[in-house]
Nanobody
Framework: QVQLVESGGGLVQPGGSLRLSCAAS????????MGWFRQAPGKEREFVAG????????DYADSVKGRFTISRDNAENTVYLQMNSLKTEDTAVYYC???????????????WGQGTQVTVSS
């Protein structure tokens, strides 16, 4: 069983930055494809960014491309989401997820964190 715990959310003004962290309870994080998703009030959960366990180019939703960066530290069993130039429409609960397999942009992740709230407001 993989447990994921997100942190780093909060309230930030438009144009500001936040870095989300996702700590995993396993020592073999490098064997999992990791993704970040978000869900805004009244909307469906959507893909934000992901990294395959096999390496390669990260995948980003068009809405965050150029502003968000996903990275992983396998030694620390942690995945990060650096969010810059935040907009009010980025307000959502952000979830970290893990799956075996190489496909990044799929809802079929096996393990999910509880989420962390990000609010972008002036």
């Amino acid at each position: 069983q993989v447990q994921l715990v997100e942190s780093g959310g909060g309230l930030v003004q438009p144009g500001g930055s936040l870095r989300l962290s996702c700590a995993a309870s396993i020592r073999t994080l490098n064997m999992y494809t990791m993704g970040w998703f978000r869900q805004a009030p009244g909307k469906e959960r959507e893909f934000v960014a992901g990294l395959s366990w096999s390496g390669g180019v990260p995948d980003y939703a068009d809405s965050v491309k150029g502003r968000f960066t996903i990275s992983r530290d396998n030694a620390e069993n942690t995945v990060y989401l650096q969010m810059n130039s935040l907009k009010t429409e980025d307000t959502a609960v952000y979830y970290c997820a893990a799956r075996r397999g190489t496909t990044i942009r799929t809802p079929a992740y096996e393990y999910w964190g509880q989420g962390t709230q990000v609010t972008v407001s002036s």
